[in-house]
C-alpha cells in the first residue's frame, strides 16, 4: 500500500438526516492511496447514503467529504473526473452492447478519440469483456454485467473506486475473479472503498475497515488493530500428556484466560492477548512443568471482529 | 461505432484482389483502386471520429439504441405505410382528374394529421419517456455522476427528438411535395407548415423533458404522464386546427407579402425562443448539483423574455396610437408574470454556498448591478420589485408620450386609472410576495421547504387574502347585495378591477392603505434580504486553484523580440 501525505477519500463529521433517521451520525475516516477500505454494517448501517454523498449523487446534512482534496459539496465535477462508483445496481441500458455501453460512458467522461478507444480495449481486456464486445448487455449474465459496471467504473480510470457490494449475486469463480481484480487494481494505486456482505471476502483484501451500525462508525482500523482494542479474545487449544485437571486449575488462576473447558486432554479457553503474550504463556506451561504435545491459537475474524463490536441494532 | 470498427480491422486490399478470379490487368486495377480507397478511407476516418467526438454522447447513445429499437422500427414502418396508404388511395380515388384538377390540398391535409400525431404526440413523448425512464431503469444516477453538464443532458435529449423528427420527416417530405405537384397548394404552405411542426414538435419535447426533471417520485410521474399526454393531445387537436386554416385558407404566397403575417411570427418566435430557453434552463437547474448556481442563468433569461415583451407590446402601443389601453394590458400581464415567477424566485433555498460564494461578483460596480441575478430569496423577491418597478416606469413613461399624443384620443382608461393601476397593482405585488416569503421562512424553521411548496404557499396566501373577504361578504346579509366594499381591500382581484371600472373614489383611499402595506411587508423581509447581499466573494481553496492551474495552464510567454531565447 502506498501511503500518500493527503488521503484520497476524507469522510469529515459527516451526518444526512433523512426526516426522523439518521442514515450518517458523525462518520470520519480516510483511506489512502493504494489501500482498500472495507465499509460492513448491517443493512440499513448507513453505508451506501455515505457512499452516495462521495459519490456527489447525495449531499450531506452536515461535514463533508472529500475526494482527492476536492469536497463533494463544493466540487462535485472535479470529484467526478477522480472517482469511479459501482452503485449496488447495474443500471443498463436497451438496445446497447457492451462496447457501445462503454464508449457511452467515455464519451460522458470526456474521453475522445483515440484516447477513448484505448480506454474502451483497456477496461475491456481487464475485466476480461473483449470477446463480448458485440453482446447486447441485455444477455449478459449476472458476473458478467458486474464486470461490465466496473468497467464502467474504471473507463475514466479515476484515482478513487467506490464499491457498493460488488460481489452481490456472484457465484463464487465470480466473485474469486472479482477480488483479484480489486486487489490489482489497488496494487495500481488507487484507493478503493469497498461495502460487502460477505465479510471472509473483505478480510482477504482489506487493508483497513471501518464498521457501521446505526450510522455510526464504531471501529476503524485493521483486523487486528480492532481486535486488539475491543479486546477480542483468540481461541487457544492445549493438549497435554499427563494431569489436564492440574492445567485447568493452572490456566483458571490466570486474569487473561476465560471460558476455559476440558475435555479429556484437550484444553480450549479464550485467551486475551496477542502473539508473543501466546508464546509467553506456552513457554509458562513448560517451564510449570507441563508436558505440552500440542498448543494452538486461532485468532477471530473479520466476522467475530463484526458481531463483537456490533449489537445487531437496526434504524 | 462504425468508425472504432474500422479501425481494428484494416482489410488487406491487395490480397482481396488477389482471391479474385479477374485477368492480371483487371485485378491490378482493382488493387490500386482498393488501395487508394482504403487510403482515402484512412485519411477520411479522423474527420469521422472527430464529428463523433464533437457530437453529444447522449445523442450518439440514443440514436444507436433507436436504430435497434423496436418501437422506433414500428413506428416509423407505421408512418410510412399509412403515408403510402394514403397516397394511393387518393391517387385513385382522384382518378383520371388527377391530370387537371386542384387537389393537393385535401391530400396534404391528411398528411398535415400523420405530421401532427408524430411529431405533436409521438415525438415530445418519446423525449418526457426518456428522461423519466433514465431514472426509472437507474441509468440516471450513473449519467449524473459522470462529468456530463446538466445542460450536456438536456440538449442530447432534444437532439435526439430534432434526429427522431428528422427521420420522420425524411418519411414525410416526399409525400408532401408529391401534393405540391398535385396542384391547389402552394410552396409557401408547406414550407410553413413543416416550420411550424418542427417548432412545435421542439418545444413541446423541450416541456416534456421540463416536467421529466420536475419529479422523481413514481406515482407524481404517472400522473404528469397522463397530464403530458392530454396535454399534448390538445396541442395536436390545435395544430391540426391551425393546419387546415393554413391549407384551405388560400393564403399561400400571399401570406409570405403580409407584413402581418411576419410581424406576428417574429413576435411568436421571440416568445417561443425566450420561453424555449427558459424552460431549458428550468430542466437543467432542476438535475443540476443543490449547490450550484442554478438560479442566475434563470434570472437572465426572465429579463429577456421581460425585454423581448416589453419591446412588443410598445410596438402593439404604438401600432394602437398610444392608447393607454396598451399600458394596461403590458401592467397586467407583467405583473401576473412577475407574480408567478416570484413565487418560485422567493422559495430558493437561503442557505449560500461556498461554490455559489466564489463566484460573486467582486467589483463595485458589478456588486450592484449583479447582485440582484445572484441565487437566494431575498434577492430574487428584490429582483421581481426592481423589475416590476422598471415596468412601472416604462408605463408612466408611456402615459406621458400618451399625454402629448393627438391620436391617443379620451374614452377608457383615463390617466388617473392608470396611474391607480399601476400603484395598486405594484404594491399588491410587492405586499403579497412578501407576505408569502414570511410565511415560507417561517416553515423553515420548522421543516425543509421546497420551490414546490414555496409556490404553493403563495397561491394560498393569495387564495386566502382573496377569497375569504369575498366568502364573508357572500355570507353577510347586510353585505351581500354591496358592490365593491373596502372589506375587499385584501383582494387584488376585485379591487383593481373595481379601480378599472372606475371607481376611483375607493381607488383614492385603497391607494394610501396598499403602498403602506406593501412597505411594511418589504421592510419585514428587509433583514434577510440585507443577509443575502453582505454575502461577498470567497477564495477558492488551494487545490481548486492547483487544479485549475493544471487544466489550464497559462500560455508560454513568446519572444517578444529578436533577442528573446
Not at chain 1, 49 to 65: K, Q, W
Not at chain 2, 178 to 189: C, E, I, N, P, S
Not at chain 2, 400 to 428: H, K, R
Not at chain 2, 495 to 505: F, K, N, Q, T, W
Amino acid at each position: 500500500m502506498i501511503r500518500t501525505a493527503t488521503p484520497q477519500i476524507e469522510l469529515r463529521r459527516l451526518h444526512r438526516v433523512f426526516d426522523q433517521t439518521h442514515a450518517v451520525n458523525d462518520v470520519s475516516f480516510e483511506v489512502y492511496a493504494g489501500e482498500v477500505f472495507g465499509y460492513i454494517g448491517p443493512n440499513g448501517a448507513g453505508k451506501t447514503t455515505s457512499m452516495r454523498i462521495l459519490a456527489t449523487l447525495d449531499e450531506p446534512s452536515a461535514g463533508d467529504a472529500l475526494v482527492d482534496g476536492f469536497s463533494v459539496v463544493d466540487d462535485p465535477d472535479r470529484v467526478r473526473r477522480r472517482l469511479g462508483f459501482m452503485p449496488d445496481y447495474f443500471g443498463t441500458y436497451q438496445n446497447v452492447n457492451v462496447r457501445e455501453y462503454l464508449d457511452f460512458f467515455a464519451r460522458a467522461y470526456g474521453l475522445t478519440g483515440r484516447e477513448r478507444l484505448s480506454a474502451i480495449d483497456a477496461v475491456m481486456e481487464f475485466t476480461q469483456l473483449d470477446t463480448l464486445a458485440e453482446k447486447p448487455i441485455d444477455g449478459l449474465s449476472k458476473g458478467m454485467k458486474q464486470r461490465l459496471c466496473l468497467g464502467r467504473t474504471m473507463i475514466h480510470n479515476p484515482s478513487v473506486l467506490v464499491l457498493d457490494e460488488p460481489a452481490a449475486g456472484l457465484d463464487p469463480r465470480a466473485r474469486i475473479e472479482l477480488r483479484d481484480m480489486i486487489s490489482n487494481l489497488a496494487e495500481s494505486g488507487k484507493a478503493i472503498l469497498i461495502s460487502s456482505h460477505i465479510l471472509t471476502e473483505l478480510a482477504e483484501i482489506c487493508d483497513r475497515v471501518g464498521i457501521l451500525e446505526q450510522g455510526r462508525l464504531l471501529a476503524v482500523g485493521s483486523v487486528a488493530e480492532i481486535s486488539a482494542r475491543a479486546e477480542v479474545q483468540s481461541s487457544v487449544h492445549v493438549r497435554v500428556l499427563e494431569d489436564p485437571q492440574r492445567l485447568r486449575s493452572w490456566l483458571a488462576a490466570r486474569d487473561d484466560v476465560a471460558e476455559l473447558r476440558t475435555e479429556e486432554d484437550l484444553t480450549t479457553f479464550n485467551f486475551a492477548g496477542d502473539r508473543p503474550a501466546e508464546a509467553a504463556l506456552l513457554r509458562a506451561m513448560i517451564e510449570s512443568g507441563f508436558s505440552v504435545v500440542e498448543f494452538g491459537a486461532r485468532h477471530k475474524s473479520l466476522e467475530d471482529v463484526f458481531l463483537h463490536v456490533t449489537e445487531g441494532r437496526v434504524q | 461505432m462504425s468508425t472504432e470498427a474500422t479501425t481494428t480491422s484494416e482489410p488487406s486490399t491487395a490480397t482481396q484482389a488477389d482471391a479474385l478470379p479477374l485477368p492480371g490487368s483487371a485485378r491490378a486495377l482493382l488493387a490500386k483502386v482498393s488501395t487508394r480507397a482504403a487510403t482515402a478511407w484512412h485519411r477520411f476516418e479522423p474527420v469521422l471520429v472527430r464529428v463523433g467526438d464533437w457530437l453529444n454522447p447522449i445523442l450518439v447513445k440514443e440514436t444507436r439504441q433507436a436504430l435497434k429499437s423496436r418501437y422506433f422500427l414500428v413506428v416509423f414502418i407505421l408512418l410510412l405505410a399509412l403515408c403510402w396508404v394514403a397516397t394511393i388511395g387518393a391517387v385513385a380515388v382522384i382518378g383520371p382528374s388527377i391530370y387537371y384538377g386542384a387537389s393537393g390540398s385535401t391530400l396534404l391535409w391528411i398528411y398535415s394529421i400523420f405530421l401532427a400525431v408524430w411529431m405533436l404526440i409521438f415525438v415530445p413523448y418519446a423525449a418526457f419517456r426518456s428522461l423519466a425512464a433514465e431514472r426509472e431503469d437507474n441509468t440516471y444516477d450513473l449519467m449524473s455522476i459522470t462529468t456530463l453538464k446538466p445542460r450536456q443532458i438536456i440538449s442530447g435529449k432534444l437532439g435526439s427528438s430534432v434526429a427522431q423528427m428528422m427521420v420522420y420527416f425524411s418519411a414525410l417530405t416526399p409525400c408532401l411535395a408529391f401534393t405540391y405537384l398535385l396542384r391547389g397548394v402552394d410552396l409557401a404552405t408547406i414550407i410553413v407548415l413543416l416550420a411550424y411542426a418542427f417548432f412545435s414538435s421542439l418545444g413541446l419535447s423541450m416541456l416534456g423533458l421540463l416536467l421529466a426533471t420536475s419529479t422523481q417520485n413514481r406515482v407524481s410521474q404517472v400522473f404528469m404522464s397522463v397530464g403530458f399526454i392530454v396535454m399534448l393531445l390538445f396541442a395536436c387537436f390545435l395544430g391540426l386546427n391551425g393546419a387546415y386554416g393554413a391549407i384551405f385558407s388560400g393564403f399561400g404566397f400571399r401570406l409570405l407579402d403580409s407584413t402581418e403575417f411576419w410581424i406576428f411570427t417574429a413576435a411568436l418566435f421571440t416568445l417561443y425562443s425566450t420561453s424555449f430557453a427558459l424552460a431549458f434552463y428550468a430542466a437543467s437547474g432542476m438535475i443540476t448539483f443543490a449547490t450550484e448556481n442554478r438560479s442566475t442563468p434563470l434570472r437572465i433569461c426572465m429579463l429577456v423574455q421581460q425585454a423581448a415583451w416589453i419591446g412588443w407590446m410598445s410596438y402593439g402601443w404604438i401600432y394602437d396610437q398610444f392608447r393607454l389601453q396598451g399600458i394596461v394590458y403590458m401592467m397586467m400581464f407583467a405583473g401576473m408574470y412577475w407574480y408567478i415567477m416570484g413565487t418560485m424566485l422567493t422559495g430558493e433555498c437561503p442557505e449560500m454556498s461556498q461554490r455559489v460564494k466564489r463566484q460573486l461578483p467582486s467589483t463595485k460596480l458589478g456588486r450592484v448591478y449583479l447582485t440582484w441575478l445572484n441565487p437566494g430569496p431575498g434577492s430574487g423577491y428584490m429582483f421581481v420589485i426592481a423589475n416590476t418597478t422598471g415596468v412601472a416606469v416604462i408605463c408612466v413613461l408611456g402615459m406621458i408620450a400618451s399625454s402629448f399624443s393627438s391620436t391617443a384620443g379620451p374614452g377608457w382608461p383615463g390617466a388617473d386609472e392608470v396611474t391607480l393601476l399601476l400603484i395598486l397593482g405594484w404594491s399588491y405585488l410587492v405586499a403579497y410576495l412578501g407576505l408569502g416569503m414570511i410565511v415560507v421562512g417561517a416553515l423553515r424553521r420548522v421543516a425543509e421547504v421546497t420551490m414546490l411548496a414555496s409556490v404553493l404557499v403563495h397561491f394560498l396566501v393569495l387564495l386566502a387574502g382573496s377569497g375569504i373577504p369575498s366568502v364573508v361578504q357572500a355570507m353577510s346579509v347586510e353585505m351581500r347585495d354591496l358592490d365593491y366594499s373596502f372589506m375587499q381591500v385584501t383582494n387584488p382581484f376585485w379591487s383593481l378591477s373595481h379601480v378599472a371600472d372606475g371607481g376611483m373614489a375607493e381607488g383614492y383611499v385603497l391607494v394610501l392603505i396598499v403602498p403602506a402595506a406593501a412597505i411594511c411587508m418589504l421592510l419585514l423581509n428587509l433583514r434577510g434580504v440585507v443577509r443575502e447581499l453582505q454575502q461577498v466573494r470567497i477564495a477558492p481553496p488551494a487545490r481548486v486553484l492547483t487544479d485549475e492551474a493544471e487544466l489550464h495552464p497559462p500560455p508560454e510567454a513568446q519572444p517578444t523580440n529578436p533577442w528573446d531565447e
